[in-house]
């Protein structure tokens, strides 16, 4: 048994006793879900700042805050981490104790109500009318420099062409960002992580800082050859498109004629996009997420412009014009150059159950095998080694089965389970097995 398989199976030991815990952790969240539809803020705003700040401390996971907070879609690391920001807004790590547990929660809630001092937004006219708002970084030798919020860029003024300055009563932060999450429990988990790097410090920061690998894209992005991968784009791109539509995305947007699970998330038959809807914009969506959506890390390049080309030619361009951009030479010539000929790696032959991000666990019924016939019909299966794509793109597991309350099996390899199912490849009368090398395998018992 190796060194690494020894490590991995150490850490199932302590995975499997606290798994009913976590699976107990989890239940409030699900008892937070409002049938009503109401926002997430909306509900949040009525419970007691000091309220929230404790149950966030008894019941947030700072770990998970951590991943959230890092999240490109939330953008909070953007403005307010030393290391990956613009800092548009006060670095955490060094809020020292003026930023209490009930100032923090306050200051996700509503941005707005205290401004520290050196972080309000300023608003400068000049005299040709031009009108400019951000943050002002420096004031000297008759230059004013503005942080741009947008894309964090510095704007440089002349002081002499400065007709009027006015400084803001709304912070930069946008009201509403609780609305992003998924729960309440999703907000304490953030809240604890803002508090303990408020109280720690740098050093707590550097302890709770998620790997980059979960955020970081492919070395081969940067010399993507956009313009190439459009003019190939065809007939047999769009039903490459289509076909991944209708597994992956129409369940939240919906077709043309059947409405979509997620009701915030756009009917492309009729939406206005906010974030672009040519080809690349779209592209840009797809790999950085977009308010609610996460990235799609699992598609590569050419996925990508296949869906990209679907939702243009079935969608936009019959029924929603307006926000149809035709690929023209004009346009084609503003997109990023990138390397001629470079589309990166081909799309791998993977199957949407098995491409799923699952997250660190997955409760499933397993055939974790040995001698007879050894199922774990309650089974919580954790990922053990580190690395993004969730529970099935590891290579080490163990498997805690709630029903019998034992360990049933630990195991490595190239693959984490095989799959079959009726939830899984519509297979009936069979459950999932575990593959590769079993290194613990527990009997069928308490």
């Not at 906010?274 to 799609?296: F, I």
């Not at 969608?315 to 346009?331: I, R």
């Not at 080490?396 to 029903?403: E, K, L, N, R, T």
Request: hydrophobic share 35%; charged share 20%; proline share 7%.
């Amino acid at each position: 048994m190796t060194r690494e398989t020894q490590e991995c199976l150490v850490r199932a030991s302590r995975y499997c006793v606290l798994a009913v815990l976590s699976f107990a952790s989890w239940l409030p969240a699900v008892k937070s879900a409002d049938p009503a539809g109401e926002l997430l803020q909306t509900r949040l705003a009525r419970e007691p700042v000091a309220d929230l700040a404790k149950a966030a401390r008894e019941r947030g996971d700072a770990s998970r805050g951590a991943v959230l907070f890092f999240q490109p879609f939330l953008a909070c690391a953007r403005c307010h981490d030393a290391e990956t920001g613009t800092q548009l807004g006060p670095d955490i790590a060094q809020a020292g104790k003026d930023a209490t547990a009930e100032y923090l929660v306050e200051s996700v809630l509503a941005p707005s109500k205290v401004l520290k001092k050196g972080y309000e937004s300023l608003t400068v006219t000049t005299t040709d009318g031009l009108t400019v708002t951000g943050l002002l970084a420096e004031e000297k030798n008759g230059t004013l420099v503005l942080i741009d919020p947008a894309g964090g860029k510095q704007v440089r003024i002349a002081a002499a062409d400065v007709e009027k300055r006015m400084i803001g009563t709304q912070s930069l932060m946008p009201d509403g960002l609780a609305n992003v999450l998924s729960d309440r429990q999703q907000f304490l988990d953030l809240a604890k992580y803002l508090i303990e790097v408020a109280e720690g410090g740098p050093t707590r920061a550097k302890e709770l800082r998620p790997a980059q690998t979960l955020f970081a894209l492919p070395a081969y992005e940067k010399d993507i050859d956009h313009a190439g991968l459009i003019r190939k784009l065809d007939d047999k791109a769009r039903d490459r498109g289509a076909a991944i539509y209708t597994r992956v995305c129409a369940n939240c947007h919906g077709t043309k004629d059947q409405p979509g699970s997620l009701p915030t998330s756009p009917r492309f038959a009729a939406h206005t996009f906010k974030n672009g809807s040519d080809p690349h914009s779209l592209y840009r969506t797809l790999t950085h997420g977009y308010n609610l959506m996460a990235p799609q890390t699992w598609m590569v390049p050419r996925q990508k412009y296949d869906v990209v080309h679907y939702l243009r030619e079935e969608y936009l361009k019959p029924h929603n014009p307006t926000q149809y951009a035709k690929p023209d030479a004009a346009y084609l010539a503003t997109l990023p150059a990138g390397k001629q000929g470079e589309f990166g790696p081909a799309p791998a032959s993977v199957e949407p159950w098995m491409a799923m991000d699952y997250g660190p666990s997955l409760m499933n019924t397993y055939e974790v095998g040995g001698p007879g016939p050894n199922i774990a019909y309650k089974g919580l299966a954790v990922r053990l080694d580190p690395g993004a794509g969730g529970v099935s793109r590891g290579k080490s597991w163990s498997v805690f089965d709630h029903d019998t309350l034992r360990f049933a099996a630990g195991w490595t390899g190239a693959g984490f389970i095989d799959w079959k199912g009726i939830h899984f490849n519509g297979q009936h009368q069979i459950h999932p097995k575990v593959i590769g090398d079993r290194h613990i395998v527990n009997p069928v018992g308490p």
